[in-house]
């Protein structure tokens, strides 16, 4: 396992933009993804992206406007959001998963952080 931390959420307003980071402990290579849980709802997948970043995953409702992307030297993932609207209000968690498992696959990820809230409203 490994520790993952969360920051970047925040207030926005509809149309504005975010970026969430996540940061990883130690010197492993893991496959990393992104969740969010809405208010009354399931914790629902976001995207991921394997080890060395070579393939990426968005929920399909979510392509057009976010985007996964990691940086190996400082252990960090990123989820780039555009034009929020207030749907996107959640709890937003990054999570880890060993380098071989399939990162659409939630009951790989064995590492999860605490969250950063997210809140778009005008």
């Known amino acids: 396992q490994v520790d993952v931390v969360e920051s970047g959420g925040g207030l926005a307003r509809p149309g504005d933009s975010l970026t969430l980071s996540c940061a990883a402990s130690g010197r492993s290579v893991y496959n990393m993804g992104w969740f969010r849980q809405a208010p009354g709802k399931d914790r629902e997948f976001v995207a991921g992206?394997?080890?060395?970043?070579?393939?990426?995953y968005l929920t399909s409702s979510l392509k057009e406007r976010f985007a996964i992307t990691r940086n190996n030297s400082k252990n960090t993932i990123y989820l780039r959001m555009d034009n929020l609207n207030p749907e996107d209000t959640a709890l937003y968690y990054c999570?880890?998963?060993?380098?071989?498992?399939?990162?659409?696959?939630?009951?790989?990820?064995?590492?999860w952080g605490q969250g950063t809230q997210v809140t778009v409203s005008s």
């Open positions: 999570a880890a998963q060993p380098a071989d498992g399939n990162v659409l696959n939630t009951w790989e990820y064995n590492s």
């Open positions: 992206i394997n080890w060395s970043g070579s393939r990426t």
